[in-house]
Nanobody, 124 residues
Framework: QVRLVESGGGLVQAGGSLRLSCAAS????????MGWFRQAPGKEREFVAA????????YYEDSVKGRFAISRDNTRNTVYLQMNSLKPEDTAVYYC?????????????????WGQGTQVTVSS
């Protein structure tokens, strides 16, 4: 079992930045690829970014490439999402998730564990 707790969400103006954190407890953090997803009201949960077990490989949704950066610190059992140049369309609840696969994947159903989410609101 892996427990995930997100933090760092909030209200920010368009063009601003936020850094989300996701702290993991339970089984060995480095055994899991980690992903960030988001869900806006009335929309399906969508992939944002993912990072491999070691942190050496990353994968991004096209709409956030060049603006967001995912990273992890396996010594702190934490994964991060640095979000820059935020846009109103980035407004959503952001979730981190853990995937026991050796691959990094974008499908929500592939992930084994989920956090409770943190709200990000970008005002125009």
């Amino acid at each position: 079992q892996v427990r995930l707790v997100e933090s760092g969400g909030g209200l920010v103006q368009a063009g601003g930045s936020l850094r989300l954190s996701c702290a993991a407890s339970g089984r060995t953090f480095s055994s899991y690829a980690m992903g960030w997803f988001r869900q806006a009201p009335g929309k399906e949960r969508e992939f944002v970014a993912a990072v491999s077990r070691s942190g050496g490989r990353t994968y991004y949704e096209d709409s956030v490439k060049g603006r967001f950066a995912i990273s992890r610190d396996n010594t702190r059992n934490t994964v991060y999402l640095q979000m820059n140049s935020l846009k109103p369309e980035d407004t959503a609840v952001y979730y981190c998730a853990a995937d026991g696969s050796t691959m990094i994947r974008r499908t929500p159903g592939a992930y084994d564990y989920w956090g409770q989410g943190t709200q990000v609101t970008v005002s125009s």
